[in-house]
């Protein structure tokens, strides 16, 4: 379905795991809707799993709307036997599937070592929007400074290969891939 949806240019489209993102979508979609009267409809696919919500973390607001931002940090971990920094991973998620994602954060550090940052991405298709703009403009301004899409500005300077996991087919993600590749050290490091 958000396949689908990513290619109806005016249809806005969300999966969100948390209460909180939910809030910010509504908000932020009457506000265009309504009071900015823009001709375009918001989508969004909800869960019906009972679980414990965390709260919005101020300053993510704008983050949710582009479509991606940091829910929880790696984990501190002790250097490994030899002094070497351990493994580190970013693991992006959406809509039940970031759940799964943070189970695994926990499950990489206790039982192998690996630090995993985990990112919540509400929406795919609003990073691909947004790399496809940028990658347009970059174009057509030849001579002035590049700009960076979203999803490489968030992974600038992480380490570690990127994965990312959705209910959906291996093609919603995979629209991030170009923006992806290069952002994280170690250039193309980019899974579904």
């Known amino acids: 379905s958000h396949i689908l949806a990513g290619t109806i240019p005016n249809c806005i489209s969300y999966d969100p795991t948390f209460a909180h993102e939910v809030g910010v979508i509504l908000q932020h979609g009457l506000k265009r809707m309504v009071e900015q009267q823009h001709n375009v409809y918001y989508y969004l696919t909800l869960l019906n799993e009972n679980y414990a919500m965390p709260g919005l973390r101020p300053g993510t607001e704008e983050q949710i709307i582009k479509g991606m931002y940091l829910?929880?940090?790696?984990?501190?971990?002790?250097?490994?036997?030899?002094?070497?920094?351990?493994?580190?991973?970013?693991?992006?998620?959406?809509?039940?599937?970031?759940?799964?994602?943070?189970?695994?954060?926990?499950?990489?550090?206790?039982?192998?070592?690996?630090?995993?940052?985990?990112?919540?991405?509400?929406?795919?298709?609003?990073?691909?929007?947004?790399?496809?703009?940028?990658?347009?403009?970059?174009?057509?301004?030849?001579?002035?400074?590049?700009?960076?899409?979203?999803?490489?500005?968030?992974?600038?300077?992480?380490?570690?290969?990127?994965?990312?996991?959705?209910?959906?087919?291996?093609a919603y993600a995979e629209q991030i891939r170009p923006y992806v590749q290069g952002s994280a050290k170690g250039g193309r490091n980019y899974k579904v």
């Open 71 to 170: 829910c929880q940090e790696a984990p501190e971990l002790p250097a490994s036997a030899d002094g070497s920094a351990r493994p580190q991973v970013q693991l992006l998620g959406s809509g039940s599937i970031l759940r799964e994602s943070l189970a695994a954060q926990t499950l990489l550090a206790q039982d192998w070592g690996v630090a995993a940052s985990v990112w919540s991405c509400p929406s795919f298709n609003e990073l691909a929007r947004d790399g496809q703009d940028t990658e347009r403009w970059n174009l057509l301004h030849p001579l002035e400074s590049s700009r960076l899409p979203f999803v490489t500005q968030q992974l600038h300077g992480r380490d570690g290969p990127v994965v990312a996991a959705t209910d959906y087919i291996k």
